[in-house]
């Protein structure tokens, strides 16, 4: 089993910054899957970043987040910039493992998840 745990959150005014730290454990692999997800109250579970050979992030991430990796730690890390209130959510992250599904923005591909860290963006 895998295990996955989040640190990080917590409450910025807009415009502020935060940095998110996930790490995988439990196991004697190199992870080659990690993303980030967000989820709003009321709202799905929506992709944010991920890394699988390379990083993609949505398009309301792109030029604000960026999201990078220490493979030796099984960790992946998203730093967030010129945070909005409507970015206030519980964060995951979540891994897999071999056989892989196809496409990695879809929150059902991934299996191991950790257990979130709430984000709060005031106005």
């Known amino acids: 089993q895998v295990q996955v745990a989040e640190s990080g959150g917590g409450v910025v005014e807009a415009g502020g910054s935060l940095t998110l730290s996930c790490t995988a454990s439990?196991?004697?692999?190199?992870?080659?899957?990690m993303g980030w997800f967000r989820q709003a109250p009321g709202k799905e579970r929506e992709i944010v970043a991920w890394s699988a050979g390379r990083t993609n992030y949505s398009d309301s991430a792109k030029g604000r987040f960026t999201l990078s990796r220490d493979n030796k730690k099984n960790t992946v890390y998203l730093q967030m910039n010129s945070l909005k209130p409507e970015n206030t959510a519980v964060y995951y992250c979540?891994?897999?493992?071999?056989?892989?599904?196809?496409?990695?923005?879809?929150?059902?591909?991934?299996?191991?998840w950790g257990q979130g860290t709430q984000v709060t963006v005031s106005s």
């Open positions: 439990g196991g004697t692999f190199i992870v080659y899957v």
């Open positions: 979540a891994t897999d493992l071999p056989p892989y599904g196809t496409d990695w923005r879809a929150a059902s591909t991934y299996d191991f």
